[in-house]
């Protein structure tokens, strides 16, 4: 994978943004995403900051490169959605950071339906499924986020459901729901109790394909694996697969390098709020 020369402008300084977790693999793979970020573009000087629970934070990331001679700060957020995070906290603690050191930020936009993310949900997905036969029960997708409060989420969130599955055959056919961990609706024990039961309209289902669209390790992860045990236990007789997480793939590091350069040389920034000056 090369990035394209030169990636973002030399004045800049790039603050790779992660949500921030307690476990320590998913806090190791948002530092790989970054470490594979910088690795691309060598001329730049590349720092990660975390918005919560773990250091370094981004007020410490913003202030090592203010200290290595950075004027411009280009955020980039490693979120999937544009939901309070992306609007409101990371915009907050980046504007306090730069206001400080008299710097100025942009903020490129959240992952979203990138198609290199849309293409990594896909590959998940058929690697977890690939050579497992038909059933006469039949198959379900379920889809799992982590949810919001913020209004658009589920709109954001069937959105990706349509991109990344509605070309594919094997699930043209199949029923096809959504959940949410936390803050939004259908929860994801709500999903699985839909699935669970057969109605006029729903066949008995066989197979239940759990893909959480998720980044890294973490709380949400093992939240729905434990869900997903439950659910084994009270209906055995549905075949319950869980697709693993995104993780710190190359699609990840491709869709944040994209996002990076549409802000830093159309001047998109997402969301515009966070466009500040000393």
Not at 203 to 215: E, K, M, N, T
Not at 258 to 274: K, L, N, Y
């Amino acid at each position: 994978m090369e990035a394209p020369t030169p990636a973002f402008p030399r004045a800049v300084g790039v603050v790779v943004v992660g949500h921030g977790t307690a476990n320590a693999t998913g806090a190791a793979e948002t530092a790989a995403v970054a470490k594979q970020l910088a690795r691309l573009v060598p001329e730049i000087p590349v720092e990660l900051g975390f918005l919560e629970v773990i250091e370094p934070s981004i007020d410490a990331a913003v202030g090592r490169l203010a200290d290595r001679g950075c004027r411009e700060v280009l955020a980039l957020p490693i979120l999937l959605f544009t939901a309070g995070h992306a609007k409101r906290d990371v915009p907050a603690a980046l504007a306090e950071a730069v206001s400080r050191r008299g710097l100025t930020v942009r903020q490129a936009a959240p992952l979203g339906l990138h198609p290199a993310i849309v293409q990594l949900v896909r590959r998940r997905y058929c690697e977890t499924v690939a050579g497992l036969p038909p059933l006469p029960a039949g198959e379900a997708l379920l889809v799992v986020g982590r949810g919001a409060s913020d209004p658009t989420a589920g709109s954001q969130f069937w959105a990706l459901v349509r991109r990344c599955f509605g070309c594919m055959s094997r699930v043209a056919t199949q029923p096809v729901r959504i959940g949410f961990v936390a803050a939004a609706r259908p929860t994801l024990d709500e999903a699985i109790a839909a699935l669970s039961r057969s109605t006029a309209d729903q066949p008995a289902i066989g197979r239940v394909v759990v893909q959480p669209h998720l980044l890294f390790r973490g709380h949400v992860e093992n939240q729905v694996s434990a869900r997903l045990e439950r659910a084994r236990e009270e209906h055995p007789q549905i075949e319950w697969l869980q697709v693993p997480r995104l993780g710190p793939a190359e699609e990840v590091v491709r869709a944040l390098l994209d996002r990076g350069r549409e802000a830093a040389w159309t001047g998109r920034a997402v969301p515009d709020a966070v466009q500040s000056s000393p």
